[in-house]
């Protein structure tokens, strides 16, 4: 029998989602966006390619933000493109300024690819605290979202020394055996722990000191119907303290209640969760 939290939580969604349709339907009219170049510099001293998607309308007043974090080896293209299911795009219609960037060596950036290694991590930073600085932008109201391996860079971001408001984390690997299993080409073996140290989530999770919400559907859409990886991670985060740990927006996960299957289908309450963690 389902449970009467199991049912909230499914009528919740199916109300976001129809919510979520409404205003993307509105949106392609009525809140077009426009984009705008800025400056962010790698550590390694050259510039790489980022924007800022933002209302074309111009709202009163600084918005909200998010630093989304695409996953695979994603860059700018992956941010703001197809290949992610809420990108840059449908973030700043919904009344988010929303950035993306390309790290080193990925699409059309210089320098070499880090495999979001330490070079990465850095440049997630530097992207953060970028965003903070825009005009347009309110640095007290600013979330971050990673998509898959993008939790990697997403950790780091978190611990710019910038106010962030938390981070939502959508089906990220948590350790190398994920990693592995997703047959990503990061050209590593399992048992390089100095590789996998720098990278690891298990690991850098105990640095953040915000709200870590963790988003897992019912089939992961890397490993499937093995959705273990969420509780790895939340496990992770709640024995290094972290505030305020959620599994689909729950504080307690035995059992878990998990999301649907389709990561298109997770949207609207990736959007819900970003505008409750900006008010």
């Known amino acids: 029998m389902t449970s009467l939290t199991t049912r909230a939580t499914w009528s919740a969604l199916s109300a976001a989602r129809l919510r979520f349709r409404a205003e993307e339907a509105m949106a392609r009219g009525l809140n077009p ?3 705008e170049p800025v400056t962010l510099r790698s550590p390694a001293g050259y510039p790489l390619p980022a924007r800022i998607h933002l209302h074309a309308n111009g709202r009163p007043g600084p918005s909200p933000a998010v630093l989304l974090c695409p996953g695979g080896l994603d860059g700018l293209d992956g941010g703001e493109g197809l290949s992610v299911v809420l990108g840059c795009q449908r973030l700043a219609r919904a009344g988010f300024a929303a950035m993306c960037w390309s790290p080193s060596g990925r699409e059309g950036a210089p320098g070499r690819e880090d495999r979001n290694g330490p070079l990465h991590q850095a440049e997630a930073a530097a992207a953060m605290r970028v965003l903070v600085q825009h005009p347009a932008v309110d640095p ?8 898959s391996f993008g939790l990697v860079l997403g950790l780091a971001a978190a611990s710019a020394g910038v106010p962030v408001r938390g981070l939502i984390d959508w089906e990220g690997p948590p350790s190398r055996r994920w990693f592995v299993a997703s047959r990503l080409n990061l050209e590593s073996r399992p048992e390089d722990d100095a590789f996998w140290t720098e990278r690891e989530p298990v690991r850098s999770v105990a640095r953040l000191t915000v709200p870590y919400w963790r988003a897992q559907g019912r089939w992961d859409h890397v490993h499937g119907a ?16 972290v505030p305020d740990v959620r599994l689909n927006g729950r504080d307690t996960w035995s059992p878990p209640t998990l999301l649907p299957s389709s ?3 997770q949207s609207a309450a990736m959007l819900g969760w970003v505008h409750e963690l900006t008010r």
């Open 33 to 35: 966006t426009r984009v």
């Open 140 to 147: 007290d109201r600013v979330v971050i979202l990673t998509i």
């Open 226 to 241: 093995d959705t273990t990886l969420a509780l790895e991670m939340v496990d992770a985060a709640r024995a290094a303290g």
């Open 263 to 265: 990561m298109r289908g």
